[in-house]
C-alpha cells in the first residue's frame, strides 16, 4: 500500500512539473536565468548563491515559496538546495573539474546546469542556473612514459634540435597546465628550448650546445622536469636518456705494425703463429674489421701461411722445408667499411735445424677460445692457466724455457714430467685496473734456437666494488617554511665495476623520515611538505647507494639537513600577566620581579628586548634579565597598586612583539602611628552635670590610622588621671567612648591623658588630652581656662616619652633593652608574613568573584559616634 501511494505522488509530481512547463511557456515573464561561478574541489556546505535574494523574492508571503531542483539530473548531486530559503550550497559530492569536463578544451568553460521550480502555482517561476567550474592546480605534470628515449648523431651539428615526442600532460588548463620544461643536468651540452604549437601544446626540444662524440661518451642520462604555472607550481619527472649513435668517423689501427717470427724447419701443420690485432673505436658495422693479405704476397707464401679474416690468427698451412732456411714477407691488411686498409708486415724466417727446433704445445686448464684465455678477477692468487709442453727436443739439448712479460703471472718447471711447465698466477687479477694481458713464452735451445708463442689472458669482471658517494658525509641548509617538493640535494655514486654491475641506484635508509623522497635512478633528494624549525632544527639519516651485481654492494653516506631560522614565532611571556608584592618603602632600583620571555625562534630572531609602555616616569625594566625596579620608593598611603604594560620586542625581520600586564601591589608596614581626630585640642574641654547618672556615655575620642591591616587596629587605654575621683571614668578599649563609672560628688575640672596606639610592629602610638568639667553650668570661662593643664604640668615620670608630631600625634623613642627590640622585630616579621598571606587569600577571591565597591578601612573611622556630631554645640567649648 504504501509502495502505491509513492507512486501516485510521484504520478503527480511529474503532472505538476508538465503543467508548470506548459505555464512557463505561456509567461515569459515567468523565467529568469543565473550565472554563478565557483572553484572546483569546494568541501560540502559552501554556499554558492541565494536564489531569493538574486531575484528580490519575498520570502514571507502566504502560502510561503518553495524551491524544487527538477527531479533525475545528473548535476542535481553537486548541489543541495534550500527548499524554504533559495540558497544553493555544495554537497558531499565533490566536484572535479578534470572528469566533470573531461571533453573540453582550455577554450571551453565547464559548468553545471540546473532547473530551479518557484512553487506554488500563484508564484511560479522557471529559474535557469548555470555553474561555472573554474580550474585549480590539483593536477601534477606526468610523462607518458619513465624513461624517454632520444637518439642523436654524434656528427649532429651545434645549435641541431631535436623534438622530445612524448611530452607532459596536465590534467588542469590555463596557466596551471604545463608551462616550461628543463633539465636536472645538462652536462655543458645540451640545453632545452620549448616551442607551442597552433593548439596551444608546447613541445620541449633537446639543443645540442657542444661538438658530440660517441667515443668519448656514448650515452647522457639525466631528468626531464615539467613545470606548471600554479603556485606553488607542481613538477612531473621522467629519464631522460639521450643515446649518442655512431657515425664511421674512425679506421682500423694495427697494434703492432711489424712483427718478426722465427720458424724452424720441424714445425708442424696448424702451428699459430701469431694474431694480429686492429682496433676500431667506432661501433657495430662501423668497427668491423676484416684480415687479408694483400695483392703483393706470393701464391706460395698463401699456400704456406693461412690467415683468418675475422680473428687476424696467422698460422702455418703447409710444410716446410727442414733442409733450407728461407725469409717470407706477408703483408697483411686490417679492412674496415669505407676505409683506407692499414698494413702490417709479417717477417717468418725459417730456420735449418738438424734435429728440428722446439715444438711449445699449450693445454689450457682456464676457459680458452682463439687463443684469448678468460680468467675472473675472483681467482686466487698461484690458480693454474696452462700448460705447456715442449717436443722435438734432443735429449741431449739443454732447453730453457722463460716468460716474457710483465703482469702478476711465472711459468715454473712442473716437477713430475720433463718439459713441462705451468703458467699460473702470482697475486690476486684486478679487472679495474687491468683487463687485458698479452705474454709470449719463450724456448731457447743451446744452440741459440728459440722459439715463441704468444698468450692473450683476458681477465672478467666479477662484481667487488662497491659504489662510492663522493662525500660520505653530506650537508645541506634549507630555510623553515619552504614550499613542498623542494630540491634539497643530489647525490652521486661511482661504481668501478663494468656493465650492469656499475649501475647504481639509491636508496634512502630506514632512518629518514618519511617526508623525504629519494628518485632511486637521478639521487635527485627532495622534502615533501614544509618543515618547520622550532618543530625539528636538524634531522640525520644515511642514503644507501646499491649496484646491480651479484651479491649486490653497497655504501652509506650520513645526511644532515639543518632547517634555518625564520622569524616566524612572536616572543611569549611565560604568564598571561603577573602580579608582584612589595612592601611600601622598597629602596629605590630595588628588584621588585622578574619577568621571564621566551621566543622560539634562534639567533637574532630570538633576541628579546623589554621596555615599558606606561609607568617609565616611575619604573625601569632591565631589557636583559628582565627585572623590573622603581626609581624611587613607593608609599602605599599615596597609591597602593600600579599597573604597568610591557612590551617584548624580539630582534627579527619583520619585528615581531608581544604585551603583558605587570600589577604590582604594595603591602602595608608600620609607618603611620594613630591620627587623632577628636577632641582636636589638648585644650578643649566637655561640661558634665553632676546628675549625670552612672554607665552614661559622655564623650568619645575618635582617631584613626593610615595603615591597613593590624597596623589600622586601634585601641584606647587612660594612662592618667587628674580627677578629684579616682577612677570617676572608664574608656572603652575599642570604640574609645568614655562613660562614666559612679556618682560624681566633687565638681571641678577631671583631666584623663588618653594613650591611642595601633596593634603593628613596632607599635605606634599618640595621646590627647580629655577635659571634663563637672558644674551646672559654665559661667566662668577664665577660671576654666586657668584650670586646664598646660605641657609643663605633665609628670614625664608618669608618661611615656613621645615626640611631638602634629598637634596631639607622637611617635615612641626605641626600647634600649635588646630583647625587647628582637622580639619586635619578630613580631613584625609575623606581622609581615600574615599581611602577605592576607592579601594572596584577597586575590584569589577577588579572581572568582567581582567584590563589591568599598572605602579602604583607613578612609572610615572605626566608629563614627553620631551622638557626637549631634551633639549641643553649647556643650563643647573649642579653645
Not at 541565494?50 to 539530473?73: C, H, M, W, Y
Not at 555544495?90 to 530551479?116: F, K, N, P
Request: hydrophobic share 35%; with cysteine; net charge negative.
Amino acid at each position: 500500500m504504501r509502495n502505491s501511494r509513492l507512486y501516485s505522488r510521484g504520478e503527480l509530481w511529474a503532472l505538476c512539473i508538465l503543467l508548470l512547463y506548459n505555464s512557463q511557456l505561456s509567461y515569459s515573464s515567468n523565467f529568469s536565468h543565473l550565472i554563478y561561478k565557483i572553484k572546483e574541489g569546494l568541501p560540502k556546505g559552501i554556499l554558492i548563491g541565494a536564489i531569493g535574494d538574486e531575484l528580490n523574492l519575498d520570502i514571507s508571503v502566504d502560502p510561503p515559496r518553495s524551491f524544487n531542483l527538477e527531479q533525475k539530473t545528473s548535476s542535481q548531486q553537486y548541489v543541495n538546495l534550500n527548499n524554504t530559503t533559495g540558497e544553493l550550497y555544495t554537497s558531499a559530492v565533490e566536484i572535479d573539474r578534470e572528469s566533470l569536463c573531461a571533453d573540453s578544451h582550455d577554450g571551453q568553460g565547464c559548468s553545471i546546469s540546473l532547473d530551479v521550480l518557484i512553487l506554488p502555482q500563484q508564484f511560479f517561476q522557471l529559474v535557469k542556473i548555470q555553474i561555472f567550474i573554474e580550474d585549480v592546480n590539483d593536477n601534477r605534470p606526468h610523462f607518458p612514459v619513465e624513461e624517454i628515449r632520444l637518439s642523436v648523431p654524434e656528427n649532429a651539428p651545434v645549435n641541431a634540435r631535436f623534438a622530445v615526442e612524448q611530452s607532459a600532460v596536465d590534467p588542469d588548463i590555463g596557466i596551471h597546465s604545463v608551462q616550461t620544461y628543463w633539465l636536472v643536468n645538462d652536462y655543458g651540452v645540451f640545453t632545452l628550448d620549448v616551442e607551442e604549437n597552433e593548439g596551444g601544446e608546447l613541445t620541449p626540444f633537446l639543443i645540442i650546445t657542444e661538438a658530440l662524440d660517441r667515443e668519448r661518451q656514448a650515452e647522457y642520462v639525466t631528468d626531464i622536469i615539467a613545470e606548471d604555472g600554479g603556485s606553488p607550481p607542481l613538477l612531473g619527472t621522467a629519464t631522460l636518456r639521450i643515446i649518442i649513435t655512431d657515425v664511421n668517423d674512425n679506421c682500423p689501427k694495427f697494434t703492432e705494425s711489424q712483427l718478426n717470427i722465427t720458424l724452424y724447419g720441424n714445425a708442424t701443420k696448424g702451428m699459430q703463429l701469431a694474431r694480429l690485432q686492429a682496433y676500431d673505436p667506432d661501433e657495430g658495422a662501423n668497427a668491423q674489421i676484416t684480415y687479408s693479405f694483400s695483392e703483393r704476397v706470393t701464391l706460395e707464401s698463401r699456400n704456406l701461411f693461412h690467415l683468418d679474416k675475422t680473428t687476424g690468427v696467422l698460422k702455418l698451412a703447409g710444410k716446410i722445408d727442414n733442409n733450407s732456411g728461407k725469409l717470407f714477407k706477408l703483408i697483411v691488411l686490417a679492412n674496415g667499411p669505407t676505409c683506407i686498409p692499414e698494413v702490417a708486415t709479417v717477417m717468418v724466417h725459417v730456420v735449418k735445424e738438424p734435429s728440428g727446433p722446439p715444438a711449445i704445445m699449450p693445454r689450457y686448464i682456464a676457459s680458452e677460445k682463439d687463443g684469448i684465455v678468460s680468467l675472473s678477477e675472483s681467482e686466487p692468487p698461484f690458480s693454474p692457466i696452462a700448460f705447456f709442453t715442449i717436443k722435438n727436443t734432443d735429449p741431449r739439448q739443454t732447453l730453457e724455457c722463460f716468460l716474457e712479460s710483465t703482469g702478476p703471472f711465472r711459468l715454473v718447471p712442473y716437477q713430475r714430467f720433463k718439459n713441462e711447465y705451468l703458467l699460473e698466477t702470482t697475486e690476486p687479477l684486478d679487472y679495474e685496473q687491468q683487463q687485458d694481458y698479452e705474454m709470449t713464452i719463450v724456448v731457447r735451445s743451446a744452440h741459440g734456437l728459440t722459439v715463441r708463442t704468444v698468450l692473450k689472458i683476458h681477465v672478467l669482471d666479477v662484481n667487488d666494488n662497491a659504489p662510492v658517494f663522493k662525500q660520505s658525509l653530506i650537508e645541506i641548509t634549507v630555510e623553515e617554511n619552504n614550499p613542498p617538493n623542494t630540491f634539497l640535494a643530489q647525490f652521486q655514486a661511482t661504481d668501478l665495476d663494468s656493465g650492469i654491475r656499475g649501475e647504481v641506484y639509491y636508496v634512502l635508509g630506514v632512518d629518514a623520515p618519511t617526508i623525504f623522497h629519494l628518485d632511486k635512478l637521478t639521487g635527485v633528494l627532495t622534502v615533501s611538505t614544509s618543515l618547520d624549525r622550532e618543530e625539528k632544527e636538524t634531522y640525520r639519516f644515511m642514503v644507501r647507494a646499491v649496484d646491480q651485481g651479484t651479491p649486490r654492494k653497497e655504501s652509506i653516506a650520513t645526511v644532515i639537513i639543518t632547517v634555518q631560522d625564520r622569524n616566524d614565532n612572536s616572543p611569549r611571556f611565560i604568564n598571561k600577566d603577573f602580579t608582584f608584592f612589595v612592601p611600601e618603602n622598597f629602596p629605590g632600583f630595588g628588584e621588585i620581579g622578574v619577568l621571564t620571555v621566551t621566543d622560539a625562534d634562534a639567533g637574532e630572531n630570538g633576541w628579546v628586548a623589554l621596555s615599558i609602555l606606561n609607568g617609565s616616569d616611575i619604573f625601569v625594566i632591565d631589557t636583559g634579565r628582565g627585572a623590573l625596579r622603581a626609581k624611587t620608593p613607593l608609599d602605599r598611603e599615596q597609591q597602593g597598586t600600579y599597573y604597568i604594560w610591557i612590551e617584548a620586542v624580539d630582534g627579527g625581520e619583520p619585528v615581531l612583539s608581544c604585551v603583558t600586564l605587570v600589577t604590582v601591589l604594595l603591602l602595608d608596614i608600620n609607618d603611620n602611628p594613630p591620627t587623632v581626630l577628636f577632641p582636636q585640642s589638648n585644650q578643649s574641654y566637655m561640661l558634665v552635670l553632676p546628675s549625670t547618672l552612672p554607665g552614661t556615655s559622655i564623650t568619645e575620642v575618635y582617631a584613626v590610622d593610615r595603615d591597613t591591616g593590624m597596623n589600622a587596629v586601634i585601641a584606647y587605654s587612660i594612662i592618667r588621671r587628674t580627677d578629684g575621683e579616682p577612677g570617676s571614668f572608664d574608656i572603652d578599649p575599642y570604640t574609645g567612648n568614655i562613660t562614666l563609672r559612679k556618682t560624681l560628688s566633687n565638681r571641678g575640672l577631671y583631666s584623663l591623658w588618653v594613650k591611642v596606639r595601633d596593634h603593628g610592629q613596632p607599635e605606634l602610638y599618640s595621646t590627647v588630652l580629655v577635659n571634663l568639667f563637672v558644674n551646672e553650668t559654665v559661667s566662668n570661662e577664665t577660671l576654666i581656662q586657668s584650670l586646664l593643664p598646660r605641657g609643663t604640668d605633665v609628670d614625664p615620670k608618669e608618661i611615656p616619652p613621645v615626640k611631638e608630631g602634629r598637634e596631639g600625634e607622637r611617635v615612641p623613642i626605641p626600647c634600649s633593652e635588646y630583647q625587647v627590640l628582637l622580639l619586635s622585630l619578630t613580631a613584625t616579621c609575623l606581622g609581615l608574613f600574615l599581611t602577605v598571606v592576607s592579601l594572596v587569600t584577597y586575590i584569589c577571591c577577588k579572581k572568582v568573584r567581582k567584590p563589591k565597591k568599598k572605602r579602604l578601612d583607613v578612609e572610615i573611622p572605626l566608629k563614627l559616634n553620631h551622638e557626637m556630631v549631634d551633639k549641643n554645640p553649647m556643650e563643647i567649648s573649642n579653645i
